[in-house]
Protein backbone atom coordinates (compact mmCIF):
# COMPACT_ATOMS: atom_id res chain seq x y z
CA UNK A 1 0.00 0.00 0.00
CA UNK A 2 1.02 3.31 -1.07
CA UNK A 3 0.72 6.18 1.73
CA UNK A 4 -2.66 8.42 0.27
CA UNK A 5 -0.75 11.57 0.49
CA UNK A 6 1.33 10.57 -2.38
CA UNK A 7 -1.06 8.76 -4.62
CA UNK A 8 -3.85 11.44 -3.75
CA UNK A 9 -2.08 13.74 -6.72
CA UNK A 10 -2.42 10.77 -9.13
CA UNK A 11 -5.94 10.20 -8.51
CA UNK A 12 -6.96 13.46 -8.68
CA UNK A 13 -5.47 13.57 -12.16
CA UNK A 14 -8.26 11.38 -13.21
CA UNK A 15 -11.40 12.59 -10.52
CA UNK A 16 -10.82 16.33 -11.64
CA UNK A 17 -11.63 15.37 -15.17
CA UNK A 18 -14.98 13.23 -14.50
CA UNK A 19 -13.30 9.60 -13.40
CA UNK A 20 -15.15 7.83 -10.23
CA UNK A 21 -12.19 6.22 -8.02
CA UNK A 22 -14.10 3.51 -7.45
CA UNK A 23 -12.34 1.73 -4.12
CA UNK A 24 -14.39 -1.73 -3.12
CA UNK A 25 -15.40 -4.53 -4.79
CA UNK A 26 -18.64 -3.61 -4.70
CA UNK A 27 -18.89 -0.49 -6.10
CA UNK A 28 -16.74 -2.15 -9.21
CA UNK A 29 -20.12 -4.89 -9.37
CA UNK A 30 -22.17 -1.61 -9.04
CA UNK A 31 -20.46 -0.23 -12.28
CA UNK A 32 -20.06 -3.59 -14.55
CA UNK A 33 -23.65 -4.91 -13.85
CA UNK A 34 -25.09 -1.43 -15.35
CA UNK A 35 -27.81 -3.04 -17.54
CA UNK A 36 -26.36 -0.74 -20.61
CA UNK A 37 -24.17 1.37 -21.97
CA UNK A 38 -20.44 2.07 -22.08
CA UNK A 39 -17.54 2.37 -19.46
CA UNK A 40 -14.12 3.29 -19.43
CA UNK A 41 -12.16 1.88 -16.63
CA UNK A 42 -8.20 2.63 -15.99
CA UNK A 43 -6.26 0.72 -13.64
CA UNK A 44 -3.84 3.49 -12.32
CA UNK A 45 -0.63 3.33 -10.93
CA UNK A 46 2.50 4.92 -9.41
CA UNK A 47 4.54 3.85 -12.15
CA UNK A 48 6.19 6.30 -14.39
CA UNK A 49 4.67 4.88 -17.80
CA UNK A 50 0.83 5.82 -15.96
CA UNK A 51 1.85 9.20 -15.21
CA UNK A 52 3.68 9.87 -18.56
CA UNK A 53 1.32 7.69 -20.51
CA UNK A 54 -1.51 6.77 -19.30
CA UNK A 55 -3.13 9.20 -17.59
CA UNK A 56 -2.59 11.58 -20.30
CA UNK A 57 -3.71 9.37 -22.88
CA UNK A 58 -6.73 8.39 -21.58
CA UNK A 59 -7.62 12.62 -20.60
CA UNK A 60 -6.63 13.43 -24.13
CA UNK A 61 -9.18 10.82 -25.50
CA UNK A 62 -12.32 11.28 -23.22
CA UNK A 63 -12.12 14.81 -25.67
CA UNK A 64 -13.43 12.98 -28.57
CA UNK A 65 -16.98 13.45 -30.08
CA UNK A 66 -18.21 10.04 -29.00
CA UNK A 67 -17.02 9.09 -25.31
CA UNK A 68 -18.39 6.45 -22.83
CA UNK A 69 -21.08 6.73 -20.75
CA UNK A 70 -19.15 6.33 -17.60
CA UNK A 71 -15.47 7.30 -16.70
CA UNK A 72 -14.10 4.81 -13.47
CA UNK A 73 -10.81 4.35 -11.96
CA UNK A 74 -9.02 1.92 -9.36
CA UNK A 75 -5.43 2.24 -7.96
CA UNK A 76 -3.13 -0.68 -8.07
CA UNK A 77 -1.07 -1.12 -4.96
CA UNK A 78 -3.81 1.24 -2.93
CA UNK A 79 -7.48 -0.06 -3.44
CA UNK A 80 -6.22 -4.06 -3.36
CA UNK A 81 -10.06 -5.02 -3.26
CA UNK A 82 -11.00 -2.51 -6.35
CA UNK A 83 -8.42 -3.52 -8.15
CA UNK A 84 -8.90 -7.36 -7.88
CA UNK A 85 -12.16 -7.12 -8.72
CA UNK A 86 -11.94 -5.17 -11.45
CA UNK A 87 -9.35 -7.23 -12.97
CA UNK A 88 -11.96 -10.01 -12.32
CA UNK A 89 -13.91 -8.66 -15.61
CA UNK A 90 -11.11 -8.34 -17.59
CA UNK A 91 -10.01 -11.54 -18.06
CA UNK A 92 -8.59 -13.60 -20.01
CA UNK A 93 -6.12 -10.80 -19.83
CA UNK A 94 -3.65 -10.92 -16.86
CA UNK A 95 -3.07 -8.20 -14.11
CA UNK A 96 -1.40 -4.93 -15.59
CA UNK A 97 -0.86 -2.10 -13.98
CA UNK A 98 -1.90 0.31 -15.37
CA UNK A 99 -4.20 -0.82 -18.19
CA UNK A 100 -7.61 0.71 -19.61
CA UNK A 101 -10.77 -1.43 -20.28
CA UNK A 102 -13.89 -0.46 -22.44
CA UNK A 103 -16.61 -2.52 -21.65
CA UNK A 104 -20.26 -2.75 -23.61
CA UNK A 105 -23.05 -3.40 -21.50
CA UNK A 106 -20.79 -5.05 -18.87
CA UNK A 107 -18.88 -6.70 -21.43
CA UNK A 108 -15.08 -6.06 -22.07
CA UNK A 109 -14.66 -4.90 -25.70
CA UNK A 110 -11.34 -3.18 -26.03
CA UNK A 111 -7.86 -3.18 -23.37
CA UNK A 112 -5.00 -1.83 -23.20
CA UNK A 113 -2.18 -3.76 -21.18
CA UNK A 114 0.74 -2.32 -19.89
CA UNK A 115 3.03 -3.43 -22.80
CA UNK A 116 0.94 -1.13 -25.14
CA UNK A 117 1.36 1.88 -22.81
CA UNK A 118 4.68 1.29 -22.07
CA UNK A 119 7.34 3.23 -24.55
CA UNK A 120 4.36 4.40 -26.39
CA UNK A 121 3.40 8.26 -26.90
CA UNK A 122 0.58 9.32 -24.81
CA UNK A 123 -0.88 10.54 -28.05
CA UNK A 124 -0.62 7.30 -29.90
CA UNK A 125 -2.96 5.76 -26.71
CA UNK A 126 -5.64 8.38 -27.20
CA UNK A 127 -5.96 7.73 -30.54
CA UNK A 128 -6.42 4.26 -30.28
CA UNK A 129 -9.15 5.15 -27.73
CA UNK A 130 -10.41 7.19 -29.51
CA UNK A 131 -11.05 4.86 -32.16
CA UNK A 132 -12.66 2.29 -29.65
CA UNK A 133 -14.81 4.88 -28.69
CA UNK A 134 -15.98 5.72 -32.10
CA UNK A 135 -16.46 1.77 -32.70
CA UNK A 136 -18.26 1.28 -28.98
CA UNK A 137 -19.78 4.33 -28.00
Not at 31 to 50: E, H, P, Q, R
Amino acid sequence: MYPEEIVAPMKSELTDVGFEQLTTAEAVDNLMNKASGTALIMVNSVCGCAAANARPAVRMAIGNTKTPSTLATVFAGVDGEATAQARKYFLPYPASSPSIALMKDGKLVHFIERHHIEGRPAELIAENLKAAFDEYC
